[in-house]
């Protein structure tokens, strides 16, 4: 699911939200997914110590995907307390970038890891 959701300050709600305007063209859209504040706070609900990786949104590549990536990686540390964030997991599965439509062209380990 990281590689769909990106953050909106207005979003109110405890869960994500459809993207009623996503940017792709594909069936699969890389901000599909909307999450808020309230987002973080429910993860932080988990008993106090849980072990997480938190995932981040390597599929978005619209012109503001730094500050999307660095945006929810803030969150994440700031707004889950209750957790031992041990790492962040920078894009999910991008073996199926090119299938899922999210990268076109020359994709592989080398250009996964130069992004």
């Not at 031992?84 to 970038?97: K, M, R």
Request: charged residues 15%; contains cysteine.
């Amino acid at each position: 699911m990281q590689d769909y959701m990106v953050f909106h300050e207005s979003q109110s709600e405890w869960t994500w939200i459809q993207n009623k305007y996503p940017f792709s063209l594909e069936n699969l859209k890389p901000n599909s997914m909307i999450i808020g504040h309230r987002f973080f706070e429910t993860a932080n609900r988990l008993p106090r110590g849980t072990t997480v990786t938190w995932g981040l949104n390597l599929a978005y590549e619209q012109d503001d995907y730094i500050e999307q990536i660095t945006t929810m990686a803030k969150h994440a540390i700031c707004c889950c307390p209750n957790l031992a964030i041990t790492s962040f997991e920078i894009g999910n599965e991008p073996d199926l970038y090119l299938q899922n439509g999210f990268r076109i062209g020359k994709w592989g380990g080398q250009v996964y890891t130069q992004q």
